[in-house]
């Protein structure tokens, strides 16, 4: 095969940074703040498996065959919904994750060289799922509420060199765990609609939150200028691969035939299984619990921080919700120069350089608080601390 | 949203022509010919129940976590050693079906106007799948036996115009149900490694043989001038979306990337259903009954259309394995116009010219012998052989 030619984007795929990451700490004893996996104890087992049963004895051989590449009927409704504003369950897309919806809209927006605006930093694999399309991602400045609009509408450029689309995560964000205001959603969507560039919406975390709910969602604002994404990964389980987007009517037909390209439709089992474990309610009763363990262990996380990292020259955002927090070292210290030091203290974390479409900041980095007990947190955010001692020692 | 600017691809983009016929032929009492879906009678269903509560036993929250790109490992070292040549487990990547494996290859080997090599006809969700990267399929003329040869290396094209890839189906074809024999497959192998081509092979139905098994596969004789396909729909059942792809070492991670990027892993779940069905050589007991009852209704098909289509000048092939035969209709029989009558008689089937990558012959249809019963095939076959004259008539 030495002679064979690969698409020109082949050269620049490189495995992903958090994968290679997460087998280079794959060793005894580790304690990982560097995935983003959902705690198990929050999976619903005993539902789920009474949901598989109730399918297979219910539905047989129907759960079985192939399906439509929309998605199973009574999930798409379910999904409509649990929606904060008007959704016909026409609009919604069952996703193979909501990973694969970022693989379809690039797909359906992106050729070559088009421009697409993200924020500064953003989610790396979003990056990844558009990269095959080889666009320009442009970095918008971003601060703690999100997105500057300012830049936004700066960096939207004009006629050929118009951005397609600008994704954005406003709940919660993975890497940063910020979630952008009330106020700066509406500038946003105000300048989007007035520019008419598409908002991408990825809202993973959005039920996640600790104190208050956030605001709506910029979809609510103008569903017509906005294709919004959801997940059933960190409210069930992730194993499942149930995503969803919803889409105005206009633009559904598209992505719908570029999932049939995809994988034709997304694992129906699943689907139904779902169905069934979330029919009565049963997400009211369960992500309370799901909130309440994140926030204990956001809230000893916060608290290793400040005990810790004291006299460290260490800032950190205090995220409302969600599953992350994102950590600035100090000047001279390189977070994947760190990482070396801190796996051999047993802790790993996610340099944050790859989560920079443009100018990587290489003092940063993301670590997870939910996949490791709250004893495991202040172990491994002593362990960090001493590492970054050790770093700054010999630097 | 009258202002967005969707990609390029976007504008050829079209529903399945296919999903598109199973709309219109949605109403009671309609016997579809059409689609190809495997026979719900062979689902195991009970076995998958009792995988499925094994598995939640077993594996509890594992099975519900996030998973590795490449697939669940117990799976994989069972798909190395399904295959009858040396597979290391290393070599083979899980997908959300089979669909999913060519929008990978897509990826990695296509740009916009390379050149690829299809049969002619070709499987319609290949070219669906490939169509993102926007190639040139070119339709490499075939005879009763497969691809040949000579118009193969004709069209392979050199320099920058050498074809990225040929796509083929050797096994049981979808749509027309041959089969290539020895020599061909020998034929083509040799020529496609002089001239460095690599060799898409395709097989999902190549374990339902009703006579003799086929002859070895294409990969098997070149495992490293070949991509390798293969699937559970057929053999399992087609709505837990599970495939895979038996790449060379040097080209697999750059088809793993695109499988992260596209959809992170395909559902651990499911994954480690199939292996707990599969272990212990269930496929060795459960194929031959799928075999067995597929003969039986292909048998019933030919002998419907021998009794059925005489005096009429309809040719059609007899497959000797998988689900679909291929009629050709007599001349100035348009099956496009044809399918309208049919479906007034309450029979479907798929007009054969979106299978073909150019010249559609629009004189040809699949039938599927697979999905309905077997009285049921003899009603369809009666109505099909009634419009076909009544379509003569009005001609």
Same mark, same amino acid.
């Given at each position: #095969?030495?002679?064979?030619? @690969?698409?020109?984007?082949?050269?620049?795929?490189?495995?992903?940074?958090?994968?290679?990451?997460?087998?280079?700490?794959?060793?005894?004893?580790?304690?990982?703040?560097?995935?983003?996996?959902?705690?198990?104890?929050?999976?619903?087992?005993?539902?789920?498996?009474?949901?598989?049963?109730?399918?297979?004895?219910?539905?047989?051989? =129907?759960?079985?065959?192939?399906?439509?590449?929309?998605?199973?009927?009574?999930?798409?409704?379910?999904?409509?919904?649990?929606?904060?504003?008007?959704?016909?369950?026409?609009?919604?897309?069952?996703?193979?994750?909501?990973?694969?919806?970022?693989?379809?809209?690039?797909?359906?927006? @992106?050729?070559?060289?088009?421009? #697409?605006?993200?924020?500064?930093?953003?989610?790396?694999?979003?990056?990844?799922?558009?990269?095959?399309?080889?666009?320009?991602?442009?970095?918008?400045?971003?601060?703690? !509420?999100?997105?500057?609009?300012?830049?936004?509408?700066?960096?939207?450029?004009?006629?050929?060199?118009?951005?397609?689309?600008?994704?954005?995560?406003?709940?919660?964000?993975?890497?940063?765990?910020?979630?952008?205001?009330?106020?700066?959603?509406?500038?946003?969507?105000?300048?989007?609609?007035?520019?008419?560039?598409?908002?991408?919406?990825?809202?993973?975390?959005?039920?996640?939150?600790?104190?208050?709910?956030?605001?709506?969602?910029?979809?609510?604002?103008?569903?017509?200028?906005?294709?919004? #994404?959801?997940? $059933?990964?960190?409210?069930?389980?992730?194993?499942?691969?149930?995503?969803?987007?919803?889409?105005?009517?206009?633009?559904?037909?598209?992505?719908?035939?570029?999932?049939?390209?995809?994988?034709?439709?997304?694992?129906?089992?699943?689907?139904?299984?779902?169905?069934?474990?979330?029919?009565?309610? $049963?997400?009211?009763?369960?992500?309370?619990?799901?909130? =309440?363990?994140?926030?204990?262990?956001?809230?000893?996380?916060?608290?290793?921080?400040?005990?810790? #990292?004291?006299?460290? !020259?260490?800032?950190?955002?205090?995220?409302?919700?969600?599953?992350?927090?994102?950590?600035?070292?100090?000047?001279?210290?390189?977070?994947?120069?760190?990482?070396?030091?801190?796996?051999?203290?047993?802790?790993?974390?996610?340099?944050? =350089?790859?989560?920079?479409?443009?100018?990587?900041?290489?003092?940063?980095?993301?670590?997870?608080?939910?996949?490791?007990?709250?004893?495991?947190?202040?172990?491994?955010?002593?362990?960090? =601390?001493?590492?970054?001692?050790?770093?700054?020692?010999?630097?």
């Amino acid at each position: #095969m030495t002679n064979w030619t @690969l698409a020109a984007r082949a050269a620049k795929m490189n495995p992903s940074a958090i994968r290679e990451i997460l087998k280079l700490t794959d060793k005894p004893g580790i304690i990982s703040l560097a995935g983003g996996l959902p705690s198990p104890k929050t999976f619903p087992l005993q539902e789920f498996t009474a949901a598989c049963n109730t399918v297979m004895a219910r539905d047989g051989a =129907a759960a079985l065959q192939y399906a439509t590449s929309e998605g199973y009927a009574p999930l798409r409704q379910a999904v409509a919904d649990m929606l904060p504003w008007t959704v016909d369950p026409d609009q919604v897309l069952i996703t193979t994750g909501s990973q694969q919806a970022l693989d379809l809209i690039g797909k359906v927006f @992106l050729d070559k060289d088009s421009r #697409m605006l993200v924020e500064t930093p953003t989610y790396l694999g979003a990056l990844q799922a558009f990269a095959p399309q080889e666009p320009i991602a442009v970095s918008v400045a971003s601060d703690d !509420d999100g997105i500057l609009v300012e830049d936004f509408a700066a960096k939207a450029g004009t006629g050929a060199d118009k951005a397609r689309l600008a994704y954005v995560l406003p709940n919660f964000q993975n890497p940063t765990g910020r979630t952008m205001t009330e106020a700066r959603r509406a500038a946003l969507v105000a300048k989007a609609t007035e520019l008419g560039i598409p908002l991408i919406e990825d809202n993973p975390y959005g039920e996640l939150w600790f104190g208050d709910a956030p605001p709506a969602p910029l979809t609510a604002r103008n569903p017509d200028g906005c294709i919004y #994404m959801g997940s $059933f990964s960190k409210v069930l389980a992730p194993g499942l691969r149930l995503g969803f987007l919803v889409a105005p009517k206009a633009i559904y037909p598209k992505l719908l035939q570029a999932k049939q390209a995809a994988d034709l439709h997304t694992p129906g089992f699943n689907q139904r299984v779902v169905a069934e474990v979330i029919r009565d309610g $049963f997400l009211d009763r369960h992500v309370p619990t799901i909130r =309440a363990l994140y926030q204990q262990q956001r809230d000893t996380m916060l608290a290793a921080l400040e005990h810790e #990292m004291a006299g460290l !020259d260490v800032a950190w955002t205090r995220p409302a919700g969600g599953m992350f927090l994102w950590v600035r070292l100090p000047e001279g210290v390189n977070a994947q120069a760190l990482l070396a030091e801190a796996v051999e203290r047993n802790v790993a974390f996610v340099p944050g =350089a790859p989560f920079y479409a443009e100018h990587p900041d290489t003092r940063t980095l993301r670590l997870s608080y939910v996949t490791a007990s709250s004893d495991e947190i202040r172990t491994a955010i002593a362990a960090l =601390a001493t590492a970054i001692r050790a770093h700054q020692t010999k630097g």
